[in-house]
C-alpha cells in the first residue's frame, strides 16, 4: 500500500446506483437455483463486464508503454483472523454469476483458514473492497501495486428517490472509484464507472 500511494497518482470519483432490481434479483436466483449468490458476485460481474469494455483500467506500465491484462483476475478484500487478505478470482470475464459465487465462497473459506494458495493471491488485474457488511456508507479504497484501480462500494440504504416524478423507497449504494492517473484519464475512469452503474441497474444483464 505504501509503494501505491508512493507511486500511483490517482484521482477518486463517485456515483450512487440503485440496487433495487439487483436485490430482488439475487433473492430469485437463489430460489431458483439453490445457490447463495452474494451482492459482492454482482460487483465482480459487472466490473470484469465493464472491463472488457473499457479495458484501460487492466492496464499496467511498463517502461514507457501501458500493457493490458489479457484477464479479468479480481482481487477481492476479505477480513480474516490474520488480517487482510485479498484472494484473486480468475478469468472472471469466462464466469456465470453462480461460479463467480461459488469461486468466491471457496476463496472466502480458504482465506479465513489461512490456506490460500500462491496462485490464489496473485496475478490480480482489478480490485474490490465492500465494506457495506460493516455499516459503512462510503469511503475510497488504496489501489494495490498489481492493478490500476479499485472499486469501494459501500451500504446498501433505503433512500427516497424521484422516479418518473414520483418519490418512492429505493435500495441505492455507493460506488467510489480510486484510478491510476498515469493509465487512466477521468472521462475514461468516469465511463467505466457509469458503465458499471449501468450493468448493476439491470442485474437481467449480469445473468448471461
Known sequence: MLTSKQTKPCFY????????????????????????ITTNAFY???LARAALKYPLVLGKV????IRIAGSVNVGFAVNAPQGLVVP????AQNMTLADIAKAEKSLT?????????LDEVTDET????NLGAYGIDSFIGIVPPPASVILAVG????QAVVRNGQICERKMVSLSLAADNTIISPDYAAGFLNHTKELLQ?????ED
Open 62 to 65: 511498463e517502461g514507457d508503454n
Open 88 to 91: 484473486v478470482m480468475k478469468n
Open 109 to 117: 473459506e480458504k482465506a479465513r483458514a489461512n490456506k490460500l494458495a
Open 13 to 36: 470519483i463517485q456515483l450512487r446506483a440503485d440496487i433495487t432490481e439487483l436485490m430482488d434479483t439475487r433473492h430469485q436466483l437463489k430460489k431458483a437455483t439453490g445457490v447463495k
Open 126 to 129: 482489478i480490485a474490490l473492497s
Open 155 to 158: 451500504n446498501t440504504l433505503h
Open 202 to 206: 439491470n442485474p437481467a444483464s449480469l
Open 44 to 46: 465482480i460481474r459487472a
